[in-house]
């Protein structure tokens, strides 16, 4: 017998970090160096949201019942890493599950120079309780790696 279950699992931070093409690598194990910027949220299985303030009206609804959360910078854009508090304090207001499962990820680890070093990413993830991974949706690296943790820690619970 086979027992499906649907996990929702939000995508969030700054514009340009790569949140489309975290997904497009781990759903379709492709890249599109020329990825379109996310204009409002695909409300299909495979989902994006924009991190755009223009965007924000649509944030409630959007969040409630996720069970996980990929908080996403770039670790050449250090603004991208400083704002991740915000998308914390977004998710706080916003999602309902208590048992949420936040993870942080540092993405374009194939681009130089860093802004932001492996260390602090790591130790802002310990400082709030979520756990931390770099990856590359360019070079595939640790993509899938990523969506599977986070998926091992929200179905251990
Ligand atoms: P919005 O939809 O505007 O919120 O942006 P987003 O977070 O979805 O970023 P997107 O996936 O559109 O990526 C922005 C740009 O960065 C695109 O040109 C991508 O091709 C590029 N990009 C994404 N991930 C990587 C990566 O790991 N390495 C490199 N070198 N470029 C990347
Ligand atoms: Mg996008």
Redesign the pocket.
Known sequence: DEILTTLKILII?E???????LLLRFSDDSF????A??IGVDFRTKK?T???ERFRTLTPSYYRDAQGAIL?FDVTNRKSFEKLETWLNELDTYATKSSLKKMVVG??T??SPRQVSREEGSRFARRNATFYME????ENVNVVNAFEDLVAHIIQT
């Open positions: 931070g514009s340009g970090v790569g949140k489309s093409s599109d160096p020329s990825q910027l996310t994006d924009a991190g755009q996403v993405n374009k194939d681009m990856t590359s949706a360019k």
